[in-house]
């Protein structure tokens, strides 16, 4: 059970995310299939690719999480997207 200054911290904390995912600029969604969330092979390399999707990833630096919170979708329901972040080693 938390005290109070623990709630309120909580609290706090659950604003500021509010804040700052709400003044992520926001992708149109309706103009870009979700297809595009995902990785592509290409047939050669190099080979010039545009998506809509990456280019704003990579712009605004965000990660999957902040872009799936930033545009209030379901984390958990949507597969694994683009990251420009190194996973792993």
């Not at 909580?10 to 990785?39: C, G, H, W």
């Not at 050669?44 to 209030?72: A, G, T, V």
């Amino acid at each position: 059970m938390m005290n109070s200054v623990e709630t309120a911290l909580v609290e706090m904390a659950e604003k500021v995310n509010q804040v700052y995912f709400s003044e992520i600029p926001k992708l149109d969604l309706t103009q870009i299939s979700t297809d595009l969330f995902y990785r592509k092979f290409g047939a050669s390399n190099p080979e010039r690719y545009s998506n809509p999707f990456y280019d704003h990833m990579i712009r605004q630096k965000l990660s999957p999480y902040s872009f799936k919170m930033s545009h209030s979708l379901d984390y958990e329901a949507i597969k694994p997207i683009f990251t420009i972040d190194r996973m792993g080693e």
